[in-house]
Each structure stands twice: as structure tokens, then as C-alpha cells.
């Protein structure tokens, strides 16, 4: 952590609300998008993240921090949102509704990403993934847990991590396959 | 074919055994076929992205949400908002209101949720409207959380620190304000509440109007105006002021009245008030009495005019401000 988070951390544990107030308006807007990515519910990110930091608040004395405020806020958030996942059905007509279109849900709120048609067809079809699937992989992948860790955040075995995970390359690449092997042919060179 | 898809998962994700990456490896030796079939869910793996969309969320609104919420303790009722099953039912029983007319006290109980306010001060003395319309204005280093509970019809209040009000008196909405352990309740009413955490006491000044300052356990007082009312968390009782400090609600005012009053309470005084380490050099100073009054006037003005009645020097530093002279016998 650097001075200046270090300073913060410190402030906030003396309850300085400037000092949340700043850590909150610096994260807001990326953790919810990060939840977002989980619940596919813009209501129920911003519901997330605002818990989150309301706990981070309330338990602001006891705070300890190894890593750096931005990772313990976003495994607070990723935290929370596994157990919303848990208590609540994911919402497939979100999801349906994103694939249809490639509309975003709510207009002139969001920005596009620069990619290739290719990371666009490749986020649609890992959306689109069954719930399990999608949670392993995207926990694999994005936030580099080792399968003993997310068999212990979704409390499933290791053996049913390493099926879902498989069971989700195989279905995205059955999906995909028609935008692969064309793509591939120029790509050849730095797959490797 | 699912296992060689497990198997393939492992070893991007860096979980294959020695043994399997070898498998693996000799697997896609075989044939061609085995090769682009590996080399398309790599891709996919690689290519893969968390976010194609950056969605925009306001953080100024969350950010008043989220304030309000912040006093030390959290009301029981709040925690119904925050499951998205209740959230949910609100918004319904919201929709349910627009049709239906007349009666239905349940639904309405349901789609009015408790109003919550906060107001905090660090450095600077911090005034606000309470969204019932009345006003406060907080010291430096105080904080204060505003509650409207519309089934208990109660306008709560908890304090720490310090801070003045002007309550819009409403019969049926008692504004009670809860600081420390003291309940002071308006009884229509422009008031001072001072309960820092430190200090032993709780005290109250009334400017006009009435007010009851009770706890659970004792009674109280009823003060009116003019008035001061102390209670003291050690021996747990309260008492009236005789004669009350006009220089109490200074910070709010920016009003001083000092009448042969030694040279160190008024120095004290400005200091609390403005926020400044202004220092007698000359112990000896510290009893000159002087008799003089300030409006509102700036820092600089106060202590020129000082300095000039008792022929000071004043001698401004990084941190304090000096002032020297010879004493006044």
C-alpha cells in the first residue's frame, strides 16, 4: 500500500468521513461495474457496492488491510455479490435481452469498450453461459482464483469445478466456432 | 469428449498436475484436428474479457444515500430496505397506491420509508435545513443524523458534538434530539445542545421558546428562555444554570459581549470561536479586564481593537498569533 492509501486507511479508521467519502466517490463507479458483471442487474450492483461500503464503515476500527484498499474492496464486493447469487435466481431475462440486441439495458448510460467483433461474440456467449458455468469460469479467469478457492466460494467440489469449466470452454466454443477458424488463420502467429 | 475439455481448462488455468500438461501435450500431437481444437478454446480463454460495456452510475446520488446511512448505530427498520426482496415489494406497493384511492393504511405504511439526514463538520462551523425545515447549525468537529420515523410521527435527532437549532414546531412530530445519554425535547423552540464525548456534561442554552431535557431514567428539566440546563454523566443529574454565558452561542452568532472580563477567558473565547492559537507572551496579561463588544467582525478586527485598548503588540507567527505587552496595573 502507498503513502497516500496508507494515509487514507488510517484516516478512515478514525472516522474521517472525508476520508470515506473520497475512497467511495474514487470506487463507486468501477464496483458496480464489477458487480455488474456478476448480477447482470444494474439495481442490485449498486445496491452491492453501497452495502459494501456501508460496512466498510461501520467496521472501519477493525480494518485490516494487507493487500491494498482497491483489492479488499473489490473481494468485499465480489464477496457479496456470490451471495446475492446464492439467495437469488440470475436473472436470464437480462441476459436475453443482451444478447438479442447488443443494446445495453438503459440507454445513453454506458460506454462501449473498444474490441474486436471477436471479444464482443466471446463476451456474449460467456454471458449466456449456465449460471455455474459462467461464475467458474469468470472466477478462473478474471479473478485468477485456483479452483480449490472457488470450490470453497461456491461450496461445490473441486472435481465439479474442473467439470463446469470445461463444460463452459466446450459450449463457448461450439458457439464460436464459425468465428474462429477464419480469425485464426491471421492470429496463428501470436496465439503462440 | 468433456474430459479432454476439463483437461484443456486445467492447464490454461494453471491447475494441471506435471502429468497432465504431458497429456495434454501428447493429446494434441495427434492429429491436427486435436491441434485447432486446442488452439480455439485458447483463444477463447485469452481473448476473453470481463467488461464490454463501462455502464455509468451516478456516485453523487449513491453518495446521499449512503450518507445518510452513516451514524453509529443503524435503526432496526433499515435493514428492511437494504434486502432487494423488500426493495422490491416497495416498489409494488408504490405502483399499487397510484390505483387504488382511499383507506388503505397498511399500503401506505409500506410506501413511506423512513427519511434520514446527516450533517457533519470538521474545521468549519456547518449549517443546514433539516428536511423538516428546521435548521441547525453544527460546531466544528460535531455531527448530527436526522430520523423521521412516519409510524412512531417522531423527528430524531442524535448529536455529538455541538450545535444550535431552530425547530419548526409541529404538534404531532415531536423533534427530539437524543446527545450522549440526554434527550432534549422541543417544546417550539431555538436552542444549544453541547455533548461532546469527552466532556462530562451536557448542556443545553435556550434562546426563546421551551424545552424539556429529560433521560430515561430521570425526568429532567423543563428550561425556557434564557436558560441553561447541565447534566452531568457522572452524577447523573441535572441542574440550572444561574446566570447563562451571552458568549455560549458566540461560534453561532459571531456576537460577543465581554464586560470587565479578563484578557485570558476572552482570548479562550476567540480561540474556540475562530479556530486560532492566539498566545499572551506576558502571563501578567492574562488579568487585564477589558469591556468590549464585537459583531460578527473578522478575525483581524477583533484582535486589533484588543490590542489597541490594552496597547499590545501583536506579532503574527506561523502557528499562533503573539500578543505582548506590559501588563495593565
Not at chain 1, 474521517?16 to 467511495?24: G, I, R, W
Not at chain 1, 449498486?46 to 474492496?73: G, H, P
Not at chain 2, 484436428?33 to 452510475?57: C, G, H, M, P, W
Not at chain 2, 455529538?160 to 437549532?165: Q, V
Request: proline share 2%; with cysteine; charged share 25%.
Amino acid at each position: 500500500m502507498d503513502l497516500l492509501e496508507q494515509q487514507v486507511l488510517t484516516a478512515l479508521k478514525e472516522g474521517h468521513e472525508s476520508a470515506f467519502e473520497m475512497l467511495f466517490r474514487t470506487y463507486y463507479s468501477p464496483l458496480c461495474n464489477y458487480a455488474y458483471s456478476f448480477l447482470n442487474d444494474r439495481d442490485e450492483a449498486e445496491e452491492v457496492v453501497q452495502s459494501t461500503f456501508i460496512n466498510v464503515w461501520d467496521k472501519r476500527e477493525a480494518i485490516e488491510i494487507q493487500t491494498s484498499m482497491k483489492s479488499y474492496l473489490y473481494r468485499m464486493v465480489r464477496n457479496s455479490c456470490l451471495n446475492v447469487i446464492k439467495h437469488e435466481k440470475v436473472k436470464k431475462q437480462h441476459v436475453a435481452h443482451e444478447m438479442a440486441g447488443g443494446e445495453p439495458m438503459h440507454e445513453g448510460v454506458s460506454q462501449s469498450v473498444i474490441s474486436s467483433e471477436l471479444e464482443q461474440k466471446i463476451y456474449e456467449a460467456m454471458k449466456a453461459l449456465p449460471e455455474q458455468c459462467r461464475l467458474v469460469f469468470q472466477l478462473s479467469r478474471f479473478e485468477e482464483l485456483k479452483y480449490a478457492e472457488i470450490a470453497s466460494q461456491l461450496e461445490i467440489s473441486i472435481k465439479t469445478v474442473e467439470n463446469q469449466m470445461g463444460k463452459a470452454l466446450k459450449i463457448m466454443r461450439i458457439q464460436l466456432k464459425d468465428y474462429l477458424p477464419l480469425l485464426l488463420i491471421f492470429m496463428k502467429d501470436w496465439i503462440l | 469428449m468433456n474430459d479432454i475439455d476439463d483437461l484443456i481448462g486445467k492447464v490454461l488455468a494453471g491447475e494441471a498436475s506435471a502429468e497432465e500438461q504431458i497429456q495434454s501435450q501428447n493429446w494434441i500431437r495427434e492429429s491436427a484436428a486435436n491441434q485447432k481444437y486446442f488452439d480455439q478454446i485458447k483463444t477463447i480463454f485469452e481473448r476473453a474479457s470481463a467488461n464490454q460495456v463501462q455502464l455509468q452510475f451516478d456516485a453523487d446520488a449513491a453518495w446521499r444515500r449512503v450518507k445518510g446511512k452513516l451514524s453509529g448505530q443503524k435503526p432496526l427498520k433499515q435493514l428492511w430496505f437494504k434486502t432487494p426482496q423488500f426493495a422490491r415489494t416497495l416498489r409494488i406497493a408504490a405502483g399499487l397506491v397510484l390505483i387504488l384511492t382511499g383507506g388503505l393504511a397498511t399500503y401506505k405504511w409500506y410506501v413511506q420509508p423512513i427519511e434520514t439526514f446527516a450533517v457533519v463538520s470538521d474545521t468549519v462551523v456547518v449549517s443546514d435545513t433539516l428536511p423538516d425545515g428546521s435548521a441547525a447549525f453544527l460546531n466544528r468537529k460535531s455531527s448530527l443524523s436526522y430520523e423521521y420515523n412516519p409510524r412512531e410521527k417522531k423527528r430524531k435527532v442524535k448529536l455529538t458534538g455541538e450545535s444550535f437549532f431552530e425547530v419548526k414546531h409541529e404538534e404531532e412530530k415531536p423533534f427530539i434530539i437524543e446527545a450522549q445519554e440526554v434527550l432534549v425535547q422541543d417544546l417550539g423552540t431555538a436552542f444549544n445542545v453541547k455533548a461532546y464525548p469527552n466532556s462530562d456534561t451536557v448542556e443545553v442554552i435556550v434562546k426563546s421558546g421551551e424545552v424539556q431535557i429529560y433521560t430515561l431514567k430521570n425526568p429532567g428539566l423543563h428550561l425556557g428562555a434564557g436558560e441553561t440546563g447541565i447534566y452531568s454523566k457522572r452524577s447523573r443529574e441535572f441542574s440550572k444554570l444561574v446566570k447563562a454565558d451571552t458568549n455560549a452561542l458566540a461560534y453561532k452568532t459571531g456576537i460577543f459581549s465581554f464586560n470587565k472580563t479578563d484578557l485570558g477567558s476572552i482570548i479562550d473565547k476567540i480561540n474556540e470561536v475562530y479556530d486560532t492559537h492566539i498566545v499572551l507572551n506576558n502571563e501578567k496579561l492574562a488579568k487585564c479586564q477589558i469591556t468590549v463588544n464585537f459583531n460578527n467582525e473578522k478575525l483581524d478586527t477583533v484582535i486589533e481593537v484588543i490590542a489597541e485598548t490594552l496597547n499590545l503588540t501583536v506579532t503574527k507567527k506561523e502557528k499562533e498569533i503573539l500578543l505582548d505587552g506590559a501588563g495593565c496595573q
